[in-house]
Nanobody, 116 residues
Framework: QVQLVESGGGLVQPGGSLRLSCATS????????MAWYRQAPGKQREMVAT???????DYADSVKGRFTISRDNARNTVYLQMNSLKPEDTAVYYC??????????WGQGTQVTVSS
């Protein structure tokens, strides 16, 4: 079955960096748009970044210039490099596979906490 497994979350001080990974299996990774979402306590889940099968990227305004999404089709993995982290980046980060026709899938999430 399809699995998306996030890793790389943790506790980091403001201004620090983290790199999230989402390893996938059971799907043809290269044909999917991949996305990172996040959900802070008491807030709705929001899109953070997306990357198409062709490598085009899009970012939420709140993370532009600080976060970078990338993918390695050989490893069936998508990454989110997060720099200059702020306390408001604290959330559970989720990986999602997206396709116009095929089913979409979510990972289980990884906690990112930005605090001094």
């Amino acid at each position: 079955q399809v699995q998306l497994v996030e890793s790389g979350g943790g506790l980091v001080q403001p201004g620090g960096s983290l790199r999230l990974s989402c390893a996938t299996s059971g799907m043809i990774f290269g044909i999917y748009t991949m996305a990172w979402y996040r959900q802070a306590p008491g807030k709705q889940r929001e899109m953070v970044a997306t990357i198409t099968s062709g490598g085009s990227t899009d970012y939420a305004d709140s993370v532009k210039g600080r976060f970078t999404i990338s993918r390695d089709n050989a490893r069936n993995t998508v990454y989110l490099q997060m720099n200059s982290l702020k306390p408001e980046d604290t959330a559970v980060y989720y990986c999602r596979s997206q396709h116009t026709v095929l089913p979409q899938y979510w990972g289980q999430g990884t906690q990112v906490t930005v605090s001094s």
